[in-house]
């Protein structure tokens, strides 16, 4: 069965960073778009990052463009997402997702079909 699973979430303050990994079990990647997506409480969930399923292709949000990094592995299995210059307003779960697809990405949770269960970033001082 496919899962993914999110892990490297926690408290950090303004400015630090944080790696976030996205495990996928009873799959591999390599014909999958794999997008990050993270939701506040009372806001939508909305999409931050996305990466293609040969990695040659990623996408960010404007609101993260130039902190955070999406990339994933040679093994095909995991996918990371790099955060850096953290700020309170990135406080929200971020989960991975994915939908098979190639040479395709996209920032919209419609379009994704497999999800984790999410992990929580907190930043604050």
């Known amino acids: 069965q496919l899962q993914l699973v999110e892990s490297g979430g926690g408290l950090v303050q303004p400015g630090g960073s944080l790696r976030l990994s996205c495990a996928a079990s009873?799959?591999?990647?390599?014909?999958?778009?794999i997008g990050w997506f993270r939701q506040a409480p009372g806001k939508e969930r909305e999409g931050v990052s996305c990466i293609s399923s040969s990695g040659r292709s990623t996408q960010h949000s404007d609101s993260v463009k130039g902190r955070f990094t999406i990339s994933r592995d040679n093994g095909e299995t995991m996918v990371y997402l790099q955060m850096n210059s953290l700020k309170p307003e990135d406080t929200a779960v971020y989960y991975c997702?994915?939908?098979?697809?190639?040479?395709?990405?996209?920032?919209?949770?419609?379009?994704?079909?497999?999800w984790g269960q999410g992990t929580q970033v907190t930043v604050s001082s």
């Open positions: 009873g799959f591999t990647l390599d014909s999958y778009a």
């Open positions: 997702a994915a939908v098979q697809r190639k040479y395709y990405c996209s920032g919209s949770p419609d379009d994704f079909n497999y």
